[in-house]
């Protein structure tokens, strides 16, 4: 199924939750190095990345929502993708919930954010592995006909070669 969200042929919705994923995670790298080293400029990173990361993580949901509203109902994919989005909009949560209590001590990582975000990375490497199995298993989000000859997304063209080309293709084989 093709994603509805496009920018130049490709889905938005991927190009989108890097920013999140690794923002996020990096976060909690750096709490993990703030607490080993006692250096709470380790911690405020980490407060400013929790930020960034949550606005970039509603960013992503955007094209994500647009994408699974376009997804069969009463399929596995749909089931799978409503897991996967509600997931990381608790996710995103938490990691809010832990912006909002370290907003007075940001240069010191207390136990109580801290857990969050690990709760929160958790989470996300579920929710994520998640997407992988819409696109990579059930196929949400691929052209149609995606094969390894197909044109440039910006060409116009279809990624399904032409019908007289696969049969040649069947010949040679």
Known sequence: MRSRARLFGHPVHPMFIVFPLGLLAASLIFDVISLASGNGDWSLAAFYMI???????????????????????????????????????????????????????????????????????????VTGWLGGELVDRLGIGVDEGANANAPSSLSGRPAAPETRVLREQETRV
Request: charged share 10%; glycine share 10%; no cysteine.
């Open 51 to 125: 930020a960034a990361g949550v606005v970039s993580g509603l960013v992503a949901a955007v094209p994500g929502l647009v994408d699974w509203l376009a997804i069969p109902k009463r399929t596995r994919a749909k089931s799978i993708g409503a897991i996967h989005g509600l997931g990381n909009v608790v996710v995103v949560a938490l990691f809010a919930m832990s912006w909002v209590m370290r907003y007075d001590s940001r240069a010191h990582t207390e136990s109580g954010p801290f857990v969050l975000s690990i709760i929160g990375v958790a989470l996300a490497l």
